[in-house]
DNA sequence: TTTGAAAATTGATACGGTCCAATTTTTGGA
DNA sequence: TCCAAAAATTGGACCGTATCAATTTTCAAA
């Protein structure tokens, strides 16, 4: 799987990181990692680069590279959700029900802002799917999702009603592995309050963008209209690599 | 300013993108752009993923370097990049202005809560900031803060109404370069609404999370009720690092 | 004309080297 | 003993090269 060597050393020292095998919360220098792994410094350093940016460890020049105390004193802080890219891996916490209400299924013409934004031309397709979520038959996101015909041409309302991205990853192989997304507020509306069961006073989370495939191809556009209670985005952002 | 390589390409390949300076929203290659930037390809790669990291491009190998559509669309007022930390940071870009009205200055214990956020002891004081951020003198964010005495002694009511962050790097040489956030929504209570001009079916967004200095050493708690309009976080994941 | 293999293009990974800058440790003189 | 200068340590930036892998383009055979 991790056959390249920056990753092998990362998960390494993850590993070591968390069976607390450093003194002083603190690493071997770069150069002795270099030789104890017998890989170059080069991929050293983008293993460790990688570990700072998720928060795991931080760096001093001059000094060294020690771990952040708090990600072991408490790691549920940092087990951020900013990596979780799909809605249906975001819920499988607390050992509740997901499921799926399909609400509209079709195909549609892209729109002018469809085409910009997956990339597409005048004449493409797009299939437009509506689903309402659920987390133990509680009503939490009505999810407007569109999908190129072109990316995904086999797909069906059985399909939708379960992940679409575990079925692209069994069947087709594609990933999805990046998103941009723009999270932001805004009053209900009469929808919202009827799917949701809000009253007029509580709001929606939005959470809309675009998903792609690890390859760079726009996959998805996808706006998420959630219920006020069930919106918590944490994220862990660094600005190291600017 | 800007001294570094790769990040003097970096912002000319940014301001080009901008100027919409490129064909077709596809970049030169990166041998080109080494040659034709004098400097090796390795800073063009450098320049290139951060820019990726921050979902300006993207990139397909054997292709080749695109520029996201989605990035040059987002006009937002209240443009909160996931790479910008501090709010005053992030009102800058727009060439508006940003002020500041403290409605409280104070030091009080650390509740346990906070104890255990900032890492205190029992007997550690922080002081309470509030602040009501205007943008051209509309009410836009009510901010509260605590941050550790001990972490930064000096503070004034001077200070705490321009920016601390820039205050701390000017003065005490430390820079905030990491946060924890969390976001999410809520209906506005009466001071909200009376504050940023809301009406009640109008909601709040809420960042709220800690700041960490570069030795990882936490440094505030900040909770901020935002004017739904002006809040849109842009957030690009991106599973690679993984 | 069509098709499919070969070649060219283009980004990804990895190596190893040089020099620099921040910090810590050592050392020698007052 | 104490302190400041020098040396060592350690991460940062940048270069140039080699090789590989995904994609697109070219081109010749059918």
Do not use: C
């Not at 929808?191 to 998805?220: A, C, H, K, W, Y």
């Amino acid at each position: 799987m991790a056959d390249l060597v920056y990753r092998e050393v990362m998960h390494d020292l993850k590993e070591r990181i968390f069976k607390n095998q450093f003194e002083n919360k603190k690493l071997p220098d770069e150069r002795s990692l270099s030789e104890s792994y017998g890989v170059s410094r080069s991929s050293i350093k983008r293993a460790l680069n990688v570990l700072a940016q998720q928060g795991i460890i931080f760096k001093k020049r001059g000094s060294g590279t020690f771990i952040n105390p708090l990600y072991l004193k408490n790691q549920s802080l940092f087990h951020y959700e900013g990596t979780n890219l799909g809605v249906t891996d975001s819920f499988n916490l607390d050992g509740q029900h997901p499921s799926v209400k399909l609400l509209d299924y079709q195909v549609v013409p892209a729109t002018p802002e469809l085409q910009q934004d997956l990339f597409l031309n005048e004449n493409d397709f797009v299939y437009q799917i509506k689903r309402l979520r659920l987390l133990d038959n509680r009503p939490i996101i009505i999810e407007t999702g569109y999908i190129p015909i072109k990316v995904a041409p086999a797909l069906t309302p059985e399909i939708v009603t379960g992940s679409i991205f575990n079925y692209l990853e069994d069947n087709a192989g594609k990933s999805v592995t990046k998103s941009f997304m723009s999270i932001l507020a805004e009053p209900s509306n009469e929808e919202d309050q009827s799917l949701l069961g809000l009253n007029d006073r509580e709001p929606v989370g939005i959470m809309e963008g675009i998903f792609f495939l690890d390859d760079g191809t726009p996959f998805e556009f996808s706006n998420m209209r959630v219920h006020y209670k069930y919106l918590k985005y944490n994220t862990f952002v660094s600005l190291d690599g600017e």
